[in-house]
């Protein structure tokens, strides 16, 4: 097993960043391994590691998956998923959940068109699903919690992705309300699917950036979440960029870097700005966009969502640049404000060889319009008492049209290749990045204070955030008869139910 990115990590080192007020104190009063149930009332206060992870490090290039499979077209291997220690702190060993013991999980690479089979072995003390989030793959190649596989037990996912599927995905756990806590110990990984005919020329490097959350105590575990946690979605107290603490990446003046970006946080927003330059959007979470855009300062990457940018370094300044997370305030459901501070994720060095700047492409894809919808559905957002009752916070539940999941219900139906509007209404004080399985939709319109904007380009997405008091419109297509799970990603509101059940007929 490869093990760098942990080895990076354990190394002593300089400065650390501690971000966010959801950083500080992990319940000490720790459930047993298995238990999602929160301490109840307030967490006792616990000292938060300030030993710092290694800052500075070269960034590691994600490891692999290899495929074992001859056959051309073909993509087969295997994930286990199980605890893993590592030495992240010195003197400490910190139990990690992994996908082949590393965090992030192995990159699945594959071409459009291929079929995949991959084994998943649980050897976790509780069950788990492996979620291929965002891949048009069958209901029941999916991942849904309604499909756990026990502990000790192990199964086989196969699916084929079809030409038109190339985009930016990732798989996680999904089993019924373990999400939070199996993604917070380290199982999440990117999956990329290529097309042949890429139309972003090959001499554009490329970066994979997976961004995601760690929390450590000083004695180096990893706590539970807290009360607070349950409520407004676990933050970590180090952010990591492919497993590690803020790494350098080197570019050459001039020259232009393909950088697809994930946030597998279970609950940070990501206001991604890189020092000194502009970013230019090529794709979404499903695919590339009909045509660059360009010049943009920042770009909101809610928990979930991917982006693919290009990022152009200039020939004159050759200052370093940093990737910064700027400040947002996605709201809360307490007293308590959740407006982050600036962290640096990542840390740019120019090299002293020039290069020279590769032109993009005026079209990138011919995204069709998917049509005039002629079904429309509304899905309102909320927090409070819902059917299921108290969530697991003790204090509120985070409901979709009222309700809280349940695997058994069937909340929506909707029928196969049935052009769709839907309308997601958030009427809760906290912003909700909204998730629907199964396919891709195109954003119509999202409000700002109330006012509907219509959204400037098509796109592929398969999460939105839809912020606090706002609404979001999409359309959407399903094209697979089965059930499909939409929910909100932060992965502790949608154990507790923040989820439905969507069942396309024929
Ligand atoms: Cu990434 Cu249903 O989730
Ligand atoms: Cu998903
Ligand atoms: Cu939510």
Excluded at 97 to 125: A, C, H, K, M, Q
Excluded at 429 to 443: A, K, R
Aim: aromatic letters at 6%; a negative charge; glycine letters at 10%.
């Amino acid at each position: 097993m490869d093990r760098r990115h942990f080895i990076a990590l354990g190394t002593a080192g300089t400065a650390v960043l501690l971000t966010g007020c959801g950083g500080g104190g992990g319940g000490a009063s720790t459930p047993a391994v298995g238990s999602v149930l929160p301490p109840t009332g307030a967490p006792p206060p616990t000292a938060v590691a300030t030993t710092p992870l290694t800052t500075g490090q070269p960034l590691a290039a994600l490891a692999s998956l290899a495929n074992a499979s001859g056959t051309p077209g073909t993509f087969e291997a295997t994930l286990v998923a199980g605890p893993t220690n590592v030495t992240l702190l010195p003197g400490t060993s910190t139990e990690c959940w992994t996908y082949n013991s590393l965090v992030p999980g192995p990159l699945i690479d594959v071409f459009e068109g291929d079929t995949v089979r991959i084994r998943l072995e649980n050897r976790l003390s509780q069950q788990t699903t492996v979620h291929w989030h965002g891949l048009p793959v069958p209901p029941d190649q999916d991942g849904n919690p309604m499909d756990p596989v026990a502990p000790g037990a192990s199964r086989l996912y196969e699916f084929t992705l079809p030409v038109g599927s190339a985009g930016t995905y990732w798989y996680h756990p999904h089993p019924h309300e373990l999400t939070a806590e199996q993604v917070f110990r380290g199982m999440a990984g990117l999956f990329i699917v290529r097309s042949r005919t890429d139309p972003v020329p090959a001499a554009i490097e490329e970066k994979l950036l997976v961004v995601s959350d760690l929390r450590l105590a000083a004695d180096g575990t990893i706590p539970s979440n807290t009360a607070m946690d349950w409520q407004n979605g676990r933050e970590g107290n180090y952010v990591l960029v492919n497993g590690q603490n803020q790494p350098v990446l080197t570019i050459n003046p001039g020259q232009s870097q393909r950088w697809r970006i994930l946030n597998a946080t279970n609950a940070r927003y990501l206001r991604l700005a890189l020092t000194g330059h502009t970013m230019t959007l090529i794709g979404t979470d499903g695919g590339l966009l009909r045509s660059p855009v360009p010049g943009l300062d920042e770009i909101l990457l809610a928990p979930a969502e991917r982006v693919d940018v290009i990022v152009t370094a200039s020939l004159s300044s050759r200052a370093s640049a940093v990737l910064q997370a700027l400040p947002y305030d996605r709201g809360s459901m307490g007293m308590m404000g959740f407006a982050s501070s600036t962290i640096s994720l990542l840390t740019v060095n120019y090299t002293s060889a020039a290069t020279t700047a590769v032109a993009l492409p005026g079209t990138l894809n011919s995204i069709a319009d998917l049509g005039i919808p002629t079904k429309a559905k509304r899905l309102v957002l909320s927090s409070g008492m819902g059917m299921g009752g108290m969530g697991m916070g003790g204090m509120m539940g985070f409901l979709i049209d009222g309700k809280t999941f349940d695997p058994s219900r069937v909340d929506l139906t909707s029928r196969v290749n049935e052009i769709e509007q839907w309308t997601i209404e958030n009427r809760s004080s906290m912003d909700h990045p909204f998730h629907l399985h199964g396919t891709q939709f195109q954003v119509v319109s999202r409000t700002h204070g109330g006012a509907a904007t219509a959204e400037p380009y098509l796109a592929w997405r398969d999460t939105v955030n839809v912020p606090a008091f706002e609404s979001v419109v999409f359309k959407v297509v399903q094209r697979q008869p089965g059930k499909r799970m939409y929910h909100c990603h932060i992965l502790e509101h949608e154990d507790q139910g923040m989820m439905g059940v969507l069942e396309v007929v024929a």
